[in-house]
């Protein structure tokens, strides 16, 4: 499995969207990516990626696109 579909499975398991919402899908976007929704995925990224991301960039994602550029920071390349 490439990292791509790793990440776009997360994001479906984590905030149970299709995988055709996932352009242009913003925090807060749909009712699942709330506070509690945000945090769950961002614990599944550093699990699955075996990273740690910083406070900072936590607040920095606020986008399936975006979150591509912040897991770069971390060697993730999307």
Excluded at 3 to 30: C, H, M, Q, S
Excluded at 32 to 60: K, P, Y
Excluded at 62 to 67: A, I, M, R
């Amino acid at each position: 499995m490439t990292n791509l579909e790793t990440y776009n499975r997360l994001f479906i398991r984590a905030l149970r969207v299709k995988e055709e919402d996932l352009p242009g899908l913003n925090y807060r976007g749909t009712h699942s990516w709330d506070s509690l929704g945000h945090m769950d995925l961002i614990s599944d990224l550093e699990e699955t990626f075996d990273i740690h991301i910083s406070t900072s960039d936590v607040m920095a994602f606020s986008s399936y696109e975006k979150g591509k550029e912040v897991l770069a920071k971390y060697g993730v390349v999307i």
